[in-house]
């Protein structure tokens, strides 16, 4: 496609089942992170012990598939694993780059990179994805915009995948429907130390209780999570970037925990309908 005459803007969308387990690449992706170079994440035996039932309930949990890993030795292994498939999706979208930096299209077309969550390597006896906690939420995300964004350059705000359209749609110089949740990245993408309100919202859905989404707000003070029937968790980031201790409970941090709390979506309004136009649209289909 890349190397076709186009007469009207196009999209290319590449994506990869990687790093999803099973963790099947060559080996000399293998062979670039030797084992005695491997660390692997720092784990709290009794990490789950202040964490809410529903908390609990959403891990892999405490003597099930993480500590069998553990328990035979091959946490290492794991890691090793991960560190291999990542860099083979590293190599893989490097060989699209390289063909758009062939093309004639590399300096008007805007390329993003995203993963759509992160991943647990043991942390909270937790294994993959589907969590609140940073391991989970915490997604790769990257722009390169010809003219805006410089080569290198990292941004420490925090942003949502759901900035995503919003963004590109003001990059594009088109129209954004007045029902979208997100927020134009652009200020972000031409100077990444800008000022901004530094918030992310995470949704996870109880299945059991579709009714009862679980939700979890990130920004510079810490990591507030709330469940259903009252059950909360919140982490002093700063200070504990493990989030091993939960706060929500210490008079100290009730401030900004109510802060926090204020700023996330209730159960009701997680629950409401789509927006009439939307709706409206997929009946039309």
Same mark, same amino acid.
């Given at each position: 496609?890349? *190397?076709?005459?186009?007469?009207? =803007? ?11 387990? =099973?963790? $099947?690449?060559? *080996? ?30 959403? #891990? ?20 090793? @694993? ?26 008007? #077309? %805007? ?39 410089? #080569?290198?350059?990292?941004?420490? *705000? ?29 200020? +972000? ?10 918030? @992310? ?8 209780? =579709? ?5 979890? %707000? ?6 507030? %999570?709330?469940? @259903? ?5 919140? $982490?002093? #980031?700063? *200070? /504990? ?32 309908? +789509? ?7 997929? /009946?039309?289909?």
């Amino acid at each position: 496609q890349l *190397q076709k005459q186009h007469d009207e =803007p196009f999209f290319i969308a590449f994506g990869t089942f990687n790093p999803h387990m =099973p963790w $099947y690449v060559p *080996q000399k992706y293998f062979d670039m992170f030797p084992m005695d170079e491997v660390t692997t994440p720092q784990l709290l035996n009794n990490d789950l012990d202040d964490v809410p039932p529903l908390g609990v309930a959403i #891990t892999s949990g405490k003597g099930r598939f993480v500590d069998s890993v553990l328990e035979h030795g091959l946490h290492k292994d794991a890691v090793q @694993a991960y560190l291999a498939t990542t860099a083979y999706v590293d190599a893989q979208m490097g060989r699209v780059l390289d063909a758009l930096d062939r093309s004639p299209y590399k300096d008007n #077309t %805007i390329v993003v990179f995203l993963s759509d969550h992160g991943f647990h390597l043991g942390e909270k006896h937790h294994w993959q994805k589907a969590t609140l906690w940073e391991e989970a939420t915490h997604c790769l995300l990257m722009f390169r915009v010809p003219g805006v964004t410089r #080569t290198g350059c990292m941004c420490q *705000q925090f942003v949502s995948l759901q900035d995503i359209y919003p963004t590109l749609a003001d990059l594009c110089s088109l129209d954004r429907p007045s029902y979208l949740d997100g927020r134009s990245l652009v200020p +972000l993408l031409k100077v990444p130390n800008a000022k901004w309100d530094s918030t @992310a919202i995470t949704c996870l859905s109880d299945k059991s209780s =579709p009714d009862q989404g679980y939700v979890t %707000i990130r920004n510079e003070s810490g990591r507030y %999570i709330r469940y @259903a029937k009252g059950q909360e968790e919140f $982490y002093v #980031t700063t *200070q /504990d970037p493990h989030e091993w201790a939960n706060q929500i409970d210490n008079p100290r941090h009730a401030e900004t925990i109510e802060t926090l709390k204020n700023a996330v979506p209730s159960f009701s309004e997680m629950a409401t309908p +789509l927006p009439p136009v939307q709706r409206k649209r997929e /009946d039309d289909e």
